[in-house]
């Protein structure tokens, strides 16, 4: 091949320009959190909302057991509370995805947040009723705000490609999954703080305004259609909508996986259910040993959260997916074996970090990979696999440590995630080798 020749000169050959490496991050911009979303207006209203929301609804799901057993002193009744909330969060969870699937999204965001404004503000009402409340009304009003969010969250989380563009998914869903984990430390902390105060309408006030805040927020937002005309709400049409994404999901094994590993991962080795357990017994000398049991996964997930930046760079998003998984089952499997609490509260947070990792990256896969008229309903599905897995992971814990122990119940199911990742890469070679690169174009 003949040299170029320089046109001015007119003599000999001109060297061509060696391309010159990109600079590389510093190293704490590797790990820093990735704040770019930020920059965007319509992003900073929707993380001011969740930001806005998050405390208070913790601080109610702290409220409305402690309100329950107040009233009737049963433990039974406060756990049938819990299946009161579950059940219009699967229910509405996967109406909800359809129906943000057909409608302007962000009249959906408006409407869900007045809505569940509303019931906040009427369940520190029902706090104010002589004798302290009423069981069966605040059973009906944890109902709807459950409801309520169970629309609300798949939708926020359907829009976010439309509000930041592709490459800014990973490190928009960083953003708010971290200022969620901020919101699961501070919110039952400052509740019990108001509830020992005799404060319990104060908290449930607290989520009224935070939702209300959110609402003024997303008031401020343009349209978001959902990738097709948007049409009026019909209750028959959004039911078909569920059946149209479940067959769909059905013929997408990446989006499949998505749902699969993280299922896997709370059904064999979420560890909730043995703390009372092992705070009585084995840990029982620590103090607050119950507390820091239950805060260690949160820790773990945000400082995972604070130092994700490179979260957001990562390209083989499936690969790491599976790698931050089973990161999490033989943390759980260390978690299982500690003789103390220092090393169990460290690997509960080393679990809660592959976690955060996993939940990022699934998140953002499920938004790139899925077209935009389907964005919805995946994360409908979304939020009843990660409501749901930790409830059935609860009951196999219980069973599984009341039969042969603690140690031998958290030791298998870990091993079992780990076992488990290692063949699903093997068997789904198409979730393995997922990039984010190639997915962009679906934006």
């Known amino acids: 091949m003949s040299s170029p020749v320089d046109p001015v000169e007119g003599g000999g050959p001109v060297e061509e320009p060696v391309p010159l490496p990109a600079p590389?991050?510093?190293?704490?911009?590797?790990?820093?959190l990735d704040t770019e979303p930020l920059r965007d207006p319509a992003y900073r209203r929707l993380f001011g909302g969740v930001a806005a929301t998050m405390l208070g609804?913790?601080?109610?799901?702290?409220?409305?057991?402690?309100?329950?057993?107040?009233?009737?002193?049963?433990?039974?009744?406060?756990?049938?509370?819990?299946?009161?909330?579950?059940?219009?969060?699967?229910?509405?969870?996967?109406?909800?995805?359809?129906?943000?699937?057909?409608?302007d999204r962000r009249r959906l965001l408006l409407v869900t947040s007045v809505g569940a404004a509303g019931t906040s503000a009427l369940l520190a009402l029902q706090a104010?009723?002589?004798?302290?409340?009423?069981?069966?009304?605040?059973?009906?009003?944890?109902?709807?705000?459950s409801g309520f969010a169970a629309v609300n969250q798949p939708t926020r989380s359907a829009v976010i490609p439309a509000v930041v563009g592709a490459a800014r998914v990973p490190a928009a869903n960083a953003l708010l999954m971290t200022v969620?984990?901020?919101?699961?430390?501070a919110g039952p902390?400052?509740?019990?703080?108001?509830?020992?105060?005799?404060?319990?309408?104060?908290?449930?006030?607290?989520?009224?305004?935070?939702?209300?805040?959110?609402?003024?927020?997303?008031?401020?937002?343009?349209?978001?259609?959902?990738g097709r005309v948007a049409g009026?709400?019909?209750?028959?049409?959004?039911?078909?909508?569920?059946?149209?994404?479940?067959?769909?999901?059905?013929?997408?094994?990446?989006?499949?996986?998505?749902?699969?590993?993280?299922?896997?991962?709370?059904?064999?080795?979420?560890?909730q259910a043995v703390f009372p357990e092992l705070a009585g017994g084995r840990y029982a000398d620590s103090p607050n040993s119950l507390g820091?049991?239950?805060?260690?996964?949160?820790?773990g997930a945000l400082t995972a959260g604070l130092t994700s930046g490179w979260v957001s760079r990562v390209d083989r998003q499936g690969a790491v997916v599976l790698a931050a998984v089973a990161v999490w089952g033989l943390a759980i499997v260390g978690f299982g074996l500690s003789p103390s609490l220092g090393p169990a509260v460290l690997c509960l947070a080393v679990a809660g970090a592959g976690d955060m990792v996993s939940a990022v990256l699934r998140s953002s896969?499920?938004?790139?990979?899925?077209?935009?008229?389907?964005?919805?309903?995946?994360?409908?599905?979304?939020?009843?696999v990660v409501v749901g897995g930790p409830r059935l992971g609860d009951l196999r814990a219980g069973a599984v440590a009341s039969a042969v122990g603690v140690s031998a119940a958290m030791v298998s199911g870990g091993v079992v995630v780990v076992v488990a990742m290692a063949v699903l890469a093997v068997a789904v070679p198409s979730f393995r080798s997922f990039r984010a690169s190639r997915s962009a174009h679906r934006v």
């Open 365 to 384: 896969m499920l938004q790139l990979a899925a077209p935009e008229e389907m964005r919805g309903r995946m994360q409908g599905v979304f939020l009843v």
């Open 292 to 299: 820091w049991l239950f805060a260690g996964i949160s820790i």
């Open 57 to 103: 609804q913790q601080m109610t799901l702290v409220a409305v057991p402690y309100q329950v057993y107040a009233l009737t002193g049963s433990s039974l009744l406060v756990g049938l509370t819990s299946v009161v909330g579950l059940v219009p969060l699967v229910v509405f969870g996967l109406l909800g995805g359809a129906i943000a699937d057909a409608v």
């Open 24 to 32: 590389r991050a510093p190293r704490r911009r590797l790990f820093a």
């Open 128 to 145: 104010l009723l002589p004798g302290g409340g009423h069981l069966a009304l605040l059973w009906l009003l944890t109902a709807a705000v």
């Open 232 to 271: 009026p709400l019909r209750v028959g049409a959004a039911v078909r909508g569920v059946g149209e994404g479940f067959a769909f999901l059905r013929t997408q094994p990446v989006l499949l996986m998505t749902f699969v590993v993280d299922g896997i991962a709370m059904l064999f080795a979420w560890p």
């Open 180 to 185: 969620r984990q901020a919101g699961v430390i």
């Open 189 to 226: 902390l400052l509740a019990g703080l108001l509830i020992g105060l005799g404060g319990l309408p104060l908290t449930y006030a607290v989520d009224a305004l935070g939702f209300l805040v959110a609402a003024v927020l997303v008031r401020g937002l343009p349209a978001l259609p959902p």
